[in-house]
């Protein structure tokens, strides 16, 4: 089993759905990341969280420590969303060091 | 620079060749990672430098791969004795300091190995 799973694997949407993404782990953690790569290959930071939830824009991420869970949130979701969306985690065992370990991502696709 | 730039962008050599791939972070970042990506799938961590310390490098899969920060900014990957399933992206991110702050990723060196 992987240390952090994503779900679901891909994810279909009409334009202005509200769309969700699950990250699983089992590890403690003493940061989660969301990342985003687009279609054209880059990837970029949305974010990164350690409690609570934060928001951006229409982007909406939360996290729950017991539970070793996180969603990602997208409201009145757009083609323009359409991406991979990927979750990683910073584990807490000092062993980890300042790598993450990263989900296998979760392919949105959004219709017009 | 404005972000994390990688050289060269596409890479297509011959099994057997040694490659050498380039990253320059942003300035001040201290922390500066090397991942390599496979087709459909998510990144996987190979090493990271704090400044010029090469401070993990559990990640490279073999004694062919090795990275160097010499001057705690560009920091090259190189692979010798290529083999074909070094094929992939290779991506380099860098951070103010450590993985809990927020990882600023190069668009990647697309490296094909014939």
């Known amino acids: 089993k992987n240390e952090v799973e994503q779900s679901p694997q891909n994810l279909t949407a009409q334009e202005g759905e509200f769309i969700t993404i699950n990250c699983s782990y089992s590890?403690?953690?003493?940061?989660l990341h969301w990342l985003q790569q687009h279609p054209g290959g880059g990837i970029v930071s949305l974010f990164m969280?350690?409690?609570g939830k934060k928001k951006h824009g229409r982007l909406i991420a939360t996290i729950n420590i017991q539970e070793k869970h996180s969603s990602l949130h997208i409201t009145a979701s757009h083609p323009r969303d359409s991406a991979v969306y990927i979750c990683?985690?910073?584990?807490?065992?000092?062993?980890?060091?300042?790598?993450?370990?990263f989900g296998g991502g979760t392919r949105v696709l959004v219709k017009p | 620079g404005a972000g994390v730039s990688q050289s060269p962008r596409y890479k297509v050599t011959k099994r057997g060749q040694d490659v050498a791939l380039r990253c320059d972070p942003i300035?001040?970042?201290?922390?500066l990672y090397w991942y390599r990506q496979a087709l459909g799938q998510g990144p996987e961590f190979l090493t990271y430098?704090?400044?010029?310390?090469?401070?993990?490098k559990s990640g490279l899969p073999n004694d062919r791969f090795s990275a160097e920060r010499p001057e705690g900014s560009i920091s090259t990957l190189t692979i010798q004795r290529t083999e074909q399933r070094d094929s992939a992206m290779y991506r380099c991110?860098?951070?103010?300091?450590?993985?809990?702050?927020?990882?600023?990723f190069g668009p990647g060196t697309r490296l094909t190995v014939l």
């Open positions: 991110a860098s951070s103010k300091f450590g993985a809990t702050d927020t990882q600023y």
């Open positions: 590890v403690g953690i003493s940061a």
């Open positions: 969280l350690s409690s």
């Open positions: 990683a985690v910073h584990p807490q065992v000092q062993a980890a060091g300042n790598k993450l370990t």
């Open positions: 300035s001040g970042h201290v922390s």
């Open positions: 430098f704090n400044y010029e310390a090469q401070q993990d």
